[in-house]
Structure formats: structure tokens, C-alpha cells
């Protein structure tokens, strides 16, 4: 499994935060950190705020901050939020599935399983 661009520059956004925790901080600053698209990001933000994970401070001095505590931000919970974690689009195997008696899908979705276990085991304040 690949995440996408989208969930890494949230955790990158995340981490950064965490680190970041005495100050408010910019999305420029943070763009600039990782030498990615402020405009991309901005999206990001928006997505983390509607989930409560970043608050937003607005005025001349604003930026961004966590909402919550590193050890309550679940990274199992970001990558559910953000990916679609469905690796075989199958449908019913009796269906649709040409193959008869297939068990890939299923074996698939124990390895997926055991993948976000080892997520949801662990919390932003383990990775900063």
C-alpha cells in the first residue's frame, strides 16, 4: 500500500506542529520547511481543522496549532480519515469474481488489518 500525497504532507503538516507546540506557525513557514505547495497544504489544513486534529488562529499573527494532545491524535485514525484503504475493489467473489473460490480479497484485507493495527497502536507523540 502507497498513501497518498494528501496523507503525507498531513502527517508532515501534523509532526511539524507537535515540534512546533510553544508558537503559533505559518503555513508559508511550514510549506517552506518541506518545500512543498502552500495551496496544497492550505487544503490540508482545512481537512484537520474539520476533523478537530489543528485549530486555526486568524489576524496578523495567526497560523496554526494542534487542537489536541499528540498522544490523542491516532495514526491509524489519520489514515482512515484521509485513504482509501480498500486494496482489492472486488466485489461478492460469487458475483463477480472469475475466479471461482478465490481468496485473495480476503487475505488481503487480514494483511490490511494487521497493517492498521500497527497504526492504531501508535499515536503522533510516538513519531515525533
Same mark, same amino acid.
Request: with cysteine; net charge neutral; aromatic share 6%.
Given at each position: ?8 504532507? %498531513? ?8 515540534? %512546533? ?15 512543498? %505547495? ?16 489543528? %485549530? ?13 494532545? !499528540? ?17 482489492? !475493489? ?39
Amino acid at each position: 500500500m502507497k498513501i497518498t500525497q494528501f496523507t503525507d504532507f %498531513s502527517l508532515r503538516l501534523l509532526f511539524y506542529l507537535a515540534r %512546533s507546540r510553544e508558537r503559533v506557525v505559518t503555513v508559508r513557514e511550514i510549506a517552506a520547511y518541506y518545500e512543498i %505547495s502552500a495551496e496544497h497544504l492550505k487544503k490540508i489544513v482545512r481537512r484537520l481543522a474539520e476533523l478537530g486534529h489543528i %485549530s486555526t488562529v486568524r489576524g496578523k499573527h495567526g497560523g496554526l496549532r494542534l487542537a489536541r494532545e !499528540p498522544v490523542e491524535i491516532n495514526l491509524g485514525e489519520l489514515v482512515r480519515n484521509f485513504e482509501n484503504i480498500e486494496l482489492m !475493489p472486488c466485489c461478492d467473489p460469487e458475483v463477480c469474481c472469475p475466479v471461482a473460490e478465490c481468496h485473495l480479497k480476503r487475505l488481503m484485507d487480514t494483511g490490511l488489518a494487521a497493517f492498521l493495527a500497527v497504526l492504531d497502536a501508535r499515536t503522533l507523540a510516538d513519531v515525533i
